[in-house]
């Protein structure tokens, strides 16, 4: 009886250690959002101070499907999505709107002039309230929004051409058919 009182509390910590193992294992790409689906949250951002853009703000994302991608400078994965965010834009099919999250505006600003701005609207998102309300866990996230206003898609994490080959790429080309 005692070497079952002893090891009981080892076969908890390995049935715990195994289920973190399991949880480390998952891509983060695809934790489900609450969101897909509903409405965009309602929200009025500030414009990015020297971006030469307009403001962003929830009435921008009705009429038109659109891709809203949250991004910072000092996030290193959002320096590797840029290059395909840019050429989304050079393709003009779609609206790549940005939002600049807990960021310095300078510090975006220098981003954007560094690497080239693909964004035809920034919301300046200083404190991240917004982000919360989109349920961004943290940078770079990108949502497929709909004609409607609804968030149709969220991608975590930087964009990869599978990524807009397989998933985004097919649901942007349905959803100007719709």
């Known amino acids: 009886m005692r ?14 250690a195994g ?17 897909i689906g509903k409405p965009v949250p309602d929200f009025a951002l500030p414009p990015l101070a020297g971006a030469d853009r307009p403001a962003l703000g929830a009435a921008d994302l009705h009429g038109r499907v659109a891709l809203v991608n ?5 996030c290193a994965p959002c320096r590797v999505e840029h290059p395909l965010l840019m050429q989304l834009a050079a393709k003009g099919e779609v609206p790549v709107l940005g939002v600049s999250y807990k960021d310095e505006a300078a510090a975006s600003l220098r981003f954007l002039q560094q690497l080239g701005n693909p964004y035809a609207a920034i919301g300046y998102d200083r404190e991240g309230r917004v982000a919360i309300d989109w349920g961004v866990y943290g940078v770079p996230e990108t949502f497929v929004i709909d004609r409607s206003g609804r968030i149709r898609h969220r991608h975590v994490g930087p964009l990869t ?13 349905r959803l100007a058919q719709e």
């Open 70 to 74: 949250f991004f910072a400078s000092w």
């Open 3 to 16: 070497r079952l009182l002893f090891a009981l509390p080892l076969l908890g910590f390995a049935a715990v």
């Open 161 to 173: 051409d599978e990524a807009l080959t397989r998933t985004i790429g097919p649901l942007l080309a």
């Open 19 to 35: 289920w973190f193992l399991v949880g480390l294992g998952r891509d983060p790409a695809t934790i489900p959002s609450a969101l």
